[in-house]
């Protein structure tokens, strides 16, 4: 029970935009722009179903996990932003590893070549009843790796939890000479198309109090 001094906080004063997502990554990428968001974890199912395509199951996820957490009475907000992400060597989806094996695998198999990231992005508009959602593609290359390499980036623990086996904003930064699309993408959102998609259906206005001043 609250103190007996404390305002109430009323549903007006919550943030209107949700994150329907778990992803430390991608609260701190919405977090560096300054959007007021509240988190609250999706408890849709991820699993691949039969003939999808990657950008189908991105896509869909994302749509998934924005839709289930909207429809939770009790959880106050607007717009529920969900998110999935995948990384696609070929035409195979690499997941995240469940041990130090299947990581030493995916990273061997990424090691020297390009591999793409899928992203997919839902944004739902809980008083209007409609959906947006799109997919954003990086393409990510690797240096040739030598196997203390991977051998030593496992023992740091970043691999695991990570889909790939890396993570682009950590130290897995050591394997990666280039990419061609969207960093954030990689890290997990894509924050260019999610903010414009954001804008558009009036759910922020990015540096809105910025509005007026002039130029120093």
Not at 106 to 113: A, N, V
Not at 183 to 198: F, R, T
Request: contains cysteine.
């Amino acid at each position: 029970m609250p103190p007996a001094n404390a305002s109430p906080v009323t549903p007006l004063e919550r943030p209107l935009l949700v994150l329907a997502s778990a992803s430390p990554r991608r609260k701190e990428l919405l977090s560096s722009l300054g959007i007021e968001f509240q988190t609250v974890p999706s408890q849709a199912e991820e699993i691949l179903l039969p003939l999808e395509s990657p950008r189908e199951h991105v896509i869909r996820l994302s749509r998934e996990k924005a839709l289930e957490v909207a429809g939770r009475s009790e959880i106050m907000g607007r717009w529920f932003l969900g998110s999935d992400t995948v990384v696609l060597r070929d035409e195979t989806i690499l997941g995240k590893p469940q041990d130090a094996r299947e990581a030493a695998a995916m990273l061997r198999s990424l090691s020297g070549r390009s591999h793409q990231v899928l992203s997919g992005y839902a944004i739902y508009d809980r008083n209007n009843k409609t959906l947006e959602a799109a997919a954003v593609i990086t393409r990510v290359w690797f240096k040739k790796l030598t196997e203390q390499e991977i051998e030593g980036y496992i023992a740091t623990g970043e691999p695991f939890g990570k889909a790939g086996a890396y993570a682009i904003q950590g130290i897995g930064a050591f394997m990666i000479p280039a990419i061609e699309g969207s960093y954030s993408n990689v890290v997990g959102l894509p924050l260019c198309e999610v903010v414009i998609a954001l804008e558009r259906l009036g759910a922020l206005s990015l540096f809105a109090a910025a509005e007026g001043i002039p130029p120093s």
